[in-house]
C-alpha cells in the first residue's frame, strides 16, 4: 500500500484555523488580550433567555487611564518621530561604537551590548 499524494506534500504543516480543525477546535479572536498584556477574560457573557444576548459585567470591563487632554496637547512630546528626522553621525558613534568593515555583525553586538547580571551569578562571582 503506497501513502496518499496529500500525505508526502506539504499541505498538512499549513497554520490551523478553525475552518482546518476539528468540530471542537476555537482559536478565537483574541477580544480579550491587552496590547502587551495579560489575558483579562471576556468582558461580559452570554445570555440564553432575554432581551439583550450579551451582557456586559462591570467588574470585567477594561478601563484604560490616560492623563487629562489638556496636558496631552500641552506636552512638547509628538506622537511619532518622522523619517526625515536627521541623525548624526556623533549619535550613531555613541550609539553603536565604531562599525566593522561587514557592519553589524553579531560578535560585535555582544560586545556593546549590555550585561545583565543576575544576584546569582554576582554571588558565585564574589564567593
Given at each position: 500500500m503506497?501513502?496518499?499524494l496529500?500525505?508526502?506534500s ?5 497554520a ?9 477546535y476555537?482559536?478565537?479572536?483574541r477580544?480579550?488580550f491587552?496590547p502587551g498584556?495579560h489575558?483579562?477574560g471576556?468582558p ?10 450579551y ?12 492623563p487629562?487632554i489638556?496636558e ?25 561604537g565604531?562599525l ?10 555582544y560586545k556593546?551590548a549590555?550585561?545583565?547580571v543576575t ?6 562571582q564574589a564567593?
Open positions: 503506497f501513502p496518499t496529500a500525505c508526502l506539504k499541505a498538512s504543516r499549513r490551523l484555523t478553525p475552518k482546518r480543525g476539528n468540530k471542537d476555537y482559536k478565537g479572536t477580544q480579550a491587552l498584556g489575558r483579562t471576556a461580559g457573557k452570554h445570555v440564553v433567555r432575554g432581551k439583550a444576548k451582557r456586559l459585567v462591570d467588574e470585567k470591563v477594561r478601563v484604560f487611564v490616560a487629562p489638556e496631552i496637547q500641552n506636552s512638547s512630546l509628538k506622537p511619532y518621530v518622522s523619517t526625515t528626522v536627521p541623525v548624526s553621525r556623533q549619535f550613531n558613534k555613541e550609539l553603536y565604531k566593522p568593515r561587514g557592519g553589524l555583525t553579531p560578535e560585535h553586538y556593546i549590555p550585561r545583565v544576584e546569582a551569578a554576582q554571588s558565585s564567593s
